[in-house]
């Protein structure tokens, strides 16, 4: 192979030339200096589009390194866990500035002038015009996340001129800025877009899923599905800070033991999202980051449809009776935060909270003796066998304490694919485990989807006419509202004394890094490529 | 000209054969994708779907017509060579298979070679000097090579080779991200990178490969070890061996051209079994080593119950299998001219 024009030499002039391709063939990791970063996770990115039916979590953060919001929120302080993003704070991203009109109603955005996509084109207000339009069509997940922001029909949404892009609400909603900073409506190239669409894809969805069109902090080099993604940055990027690394390489690992090895031997500077065993155990020797996840909560949940538990006192036998600590030790190695042992009275507004119960034998056999069912009975426990690692070691100590009140538990181990059917969907499991994390991060939110009757992670099929009634009076409020707090209260209060969930802890997300840092917690429980640093 | 070759026509007797076992598996595997278990209009509805856009997706999925509707477009898809668009990757499951199946069968014929590299002499050194070390240390590999479970063996050839001694490259699947994929014409990356003449490529493969390999033949050593040493002990005690030996011919002879020769035939049979499990067991060897094989692509489609991915993955390897059964029953005719097809 002497041939001058051969394809090595061809990416040895382009390597040392203009950074023509992101690789030079074969070089050793250490001599990429810093400009590099390698992280691995277990998880799969399937698509490069959000928006997608069918695209897994894990890809979402190809929505936030690749693309640009209006908003996005600003950065604060975990004591002992580094950083994170912060709810209260809302910053521009792609716009300039924003306004609201004095009802709540119109929200003028003006785009910074100087934004471009990556193609060098200026983005515009049809742009995300566009980009909203999609986001609200489609249907499935994007739909429904905005819908929680009160977005919903295309006609909301007005590109005034290039620079000038105006949303009209149906009613204000304290909910409708933050829900602009999710990574779902993200801004979308439309011309590259639409000139990829079809009579049968008016959306480029297409298109779009194997080739991103933004403006955001990074480009996608290289994509092998199930096995890497390659960012690299785009320089003219200005939606925040220029991101300090120029190459973000993603591996897909999916073996956890592989991964410690490897972040264990600084062969890779990031392994995100590691189990709570090894963030436990790596703690010690190298930077571990255990976030716990806001307005997320794994709870123990008695379904209403299954006759004991429309009893109160057995739900507060079973309240008193679960090896709170034992659990949080065993399934979660301590990671994350207690939720049991707080005070009844209610105070704060804060969301998790601690609840009133705690580990107490006597007052469960105390509540079994004065229910219907002081004989006890029989119940299966159910737990999905995906989420085994923090559900089946929960489920065995669940199940032994139980059966010391005399409610005998029979652990039922349910396949990943059928799981969500079963427990959200026919919500028809008698007794089962349940983790669901709100985006947004206020208690309401949270009510919203779980405590709310026919709503989706309302497995427990409860429904109570005061907490319908104050869910939706709170909703929207703003949390400055001084009919806010009060009602707020009123809903933990019958949620936490009705127990149709109840509150075992809050998980964390556990980081490992190796020779980097800036890393960032993201309620969307994904990688933000775009403040990592190498060291 | 079928008459003149009676092996041609063998053969095309036997692709023949295969025809109504690739249409059973066409209609086995959509009824048994069907009967799983879960829903995936669901699952890929995503985690915040309500009934709507559940609803949304399943017909967008084609899953709302009825069950033979369903199947009459898999079939006629099928017909025109398209194996449908897999759900999780998005991609078409013909693409998928051709990127994911070089990858394992690279991995699995690898770890073959390597196997009876090392299988077969053992076995003929074993059966020749019974009672030896060679025989026990034969003993030895095979009860650990049946014994250990490849996801053991692998995580501890990386605790050994890469954590601790660091001769290892990181366990990062075919490549370090530091090597560009050859350019795609078998999929092998060895053979790819050979015939670019791209050599730092084909040894960064090569690195790659080597301790998935050794870790998939340790496991497959151990049968293939174990049937050399039982066929040559047959054969060895068998009159013919006894008539050879009788009639003065050197102990080479003997032992290669009548009792090895002889041995063979259980050993190849045994070859095409270890090489179907081989490919089952890649699983957990390609997860363990993050190798981008076809076990975990069926793995993820199963959990998701990505219908066409599955089918897709069960309709190649029914295709593997066939030609592996017929490359089998030729090279016993090959070994062993007294088995001709004319007996079938």
Redesign the interface.
């Given at each position: 192979?002497t041939d001058p024009t051969?394809?090595?030499n061809f990416?040895k002039m382009g390597a040392a030339g203009a950074s023509v391709?992101p690789?030079?063939?074969?070089?050793?990791?250490a001599a990429?200096g810093s400009d590099t970063l390698?992280v691995?996770t277990g998880e799969?990115i399937?698509?490069l589009d959000l928006h997608?039916?069918?695209?897994?979590?894990a890809s979402y953060q190809v929505g936030i390194n690749c693309y640009d919001r209006l908003l996005t929120f600003g950065t604060k302080e975990v004591p002992g866990n580094g950083l994170s993003y912060d709810y209260t704070v809302v910053e521009p991203e792609l716009a300039e500035s924003w306004t609201e009109s004095d009802d709540g109603l119109t929200l003028t955005f003006k785009l910074k002038p100087n934004a471009t996509f990556w193609d060098g084109r200026k983005v515009t207000a049809a742009d995300v015009k566009w980009s909203f339009d999609r986001a609200v069509s489609v249907?499935?997940?994007p739909?429904?996340?905005m819908k929680a922001g009160g977005l919903e029909r295309p006609e909301q949404f007005v590109a005034v001129d290039d620079d000038t892009f105006v949303i009209n609400l149906d009613r204000p909603s304290k909910l409708t800025i933050p829900d602009l900073a999710v990574p779902v409506p993200y801004i979308i190239n439309s011309v590259e877009a639409l000139a990829n669409a079809t009579d049968d894809d008016p959306w480029a969805l297409e298109y779009l899923?194997?080739t991103p069109a933004g403006s955001g902090a990074f480009k996608v080099a290289r994509w092998?599905?199930?096995?890497?993604l390659?960012y690299e940055r785009n320089d003219n990027w200005v939606g925040g800070p220029l991101p300090a690394a120029k190459r973000v390489?993603i591996?897909?690992?999916?073996?956890p033991?592989?991964r410690r090895?490897?972040i264990?031997?600084g062969?890779?500077q990031v392994a995100f999202n590691i189990p709570d065993k090894d963030a436990a155990e790596l703690a010690d020797s190298l930077d571990v980051f255990s976030t716990p996840v806001e307005n997320c909560i794994h709870c123990l949940c008695p379904n209403f449809a299954f006759e004991p538990f429309q009893d109160p006192d057995v739900r507060k036998a079973i309240a008193y009776a679960v090896p709170y600590e034992d659990i949080f030790q065993a399934a979660a190695f301590g990671r994350g935060l207690p939720l049991w042992g707080g005070e009844e009275r209610i105070t704060d507004t804060a969301w998790p909270r601690k609840t009133q119960y705690s580990t107490n034998l006597d007052k469960a056999k105390e509540h079994m003796a004065k229910s219907g069912y002081a004989d006890g009975f029989d119940v299966p426990l159910s737990i999905s066998l995906?989420l085994a690692s923090w559900m089946e070691p929960t489920a065995l100590l669940v199940q032994e304490a139980l059966g010391e009140i005399g409610i005998n538990v029979t652990i039922e181990k349910i396949?990943?694919?059928?799981w969500?059917?079963a427990v959200?969907?026919e919500k028809r499991l008698p007794l089962h485990l349940e983790n669901f994390g709100g985006w947004l991060n206020t208690p309401d939110y949270y009510f919203f989807?779980a405590y709310k009757d026919g709503h989706?992670f309302n497995s427990s099929n409860y429904r109570n006419e005061e907490i319908e009634q104050l869910v939706d009076a709170t909703l929207h409020m703003p949390m400055d509202d001084p009919d806010y707090a009060p009602q707020i209260k009123r809903m933990f209060e019958i949620a936490l004394d009705e127990l149709p969930r109840i509150p075992l802890y809050q998980p964390a997300l556990n980081v490992a890094v190796n020779g980097a840092e800036g890393y960032e917690f993201w309620f969307h429980r994904q990688l933000d490529a775009r403040v990592l640093k190498a060291v | 000209m079928l008459a003149a070759s009676p092996r041609l026509r063998a053969i095309l007797l036997r692709v023949a054969q295969a025809i109504p076992v690739v249409m059973g598996v066409v209609v086995i595997s959509f009824v048994l994708t069907r009967a799983?278990?879960?829903?995936?209009a669901?699952?890929?509805?995503?985690?915040?779907?309500?009934?709507a856009?559940?609803e949304?997706?399943r017909v967008?999925?084609g899953l709302d017509k009825p069950l033979p509707v369903q199947f009459a477009h898999y079939v006629a898809d099928l017909l025109q060579g398209d194996l449908g668009q897999s759900?999780?990757?998005?991609?078409p499951v013909a693409t998928?298979l051709a990127?994911?199946l070089p990858a394992s069968l690279e991995l699995t014929l690898t770890a073959l070679i390597i196997a009876v590299v090392i299988a077969v002499p053992l076995g003929v050194l074993a059966a020749t000097r019974p009672g030896t070390w060679v025989d026990h240390l034969c003993r030895i590999v095979v009860t650990a090579g049946v014994s250990l479970p490849t996801?053991f063996t692998g995580?501890l050839l990386?605790?050994i080779f890469?954590?601790i001694l660091?001769i290892a490259p990181?366990?990062?699947?075919?490549l370090?991200?530091?090597?560009?994929?050859p350019?795609h014409v078998t999929g092998f990356y060895l053979i790819d990178a050979a015939l670019?003449?791209?050599w730092?490529?084909w040894w960064?493969a090569a690195k790659q490969l080597i301790l998935p390999a050794a870790t998939l033949a340790l496991f497959t050593l151990a049968p293939i070890a174990r049937m050399t040493r039982a066929a040559m002990l047959t054969a060895l005690s068998s009159d013919f061996v006894r008539t050879a030996r009788a009639a003065g011919l050197s102990n080479r002879t003997v032992l290669y051209g009548y009792a090895f020769r002889n041995a063979l035939l259980p050993v190849v049979t045994t070859l095409g079994m270890v090489f179907s499990f081989a490919l089952g067991a890649n699983v957990l060897v390609?997860?363990?080593?993050?190798w981008?094989g076809i076990g975990?692509?069926a793995v993820?489609a199963?959990?998701?119950?990505d219908y066409a991915a599955v089918q897709g993955f069960v309709l190649a390897m029914a295709l593997l299998f066939v030609a592996l059964n017929l490359v089998i029953d030729l090279l016993y005719t090959a070994i062993d001219p007294r088995i001709g097809f004319d007996a079938k």
């Open positions: 192979m051969s394809r090595r990416l391709l690789f030079l063939r074969a070089m050793p990791a990429e390698v691995v799969t399937n698509s997608r039916t069918g695209t897994s979590r249907g499935g997940f739909t429904v996340q899923h194997m092998n599905p199930g096995e890497q390659v390489v591996r897909e690992v999916p073996s033991a592989t090895a490897l264990e031997r062969d890779v995906d396949p990943g694919a059928n969500r059917t959200l969907v989807w989706l | 799983l278990p879960g829903d995936p669901v699952y890929f509805a995503g985690v915040a779907a309500d009934e856009s559940i949304q997706t967008a999925m759900l999780s990757s998005g991609r998928d990127n994911r996801f995580i990386i605790y890469y954590y660091g990181s366990p990062l699947g075919r370090d991200f530091i090597y560009l994929d350019d670019m003449g791209d730092e490529t960064g390609e997860k363990v080593f993050a981008p975990s692509y993820e199963l959990v998701v119950s």
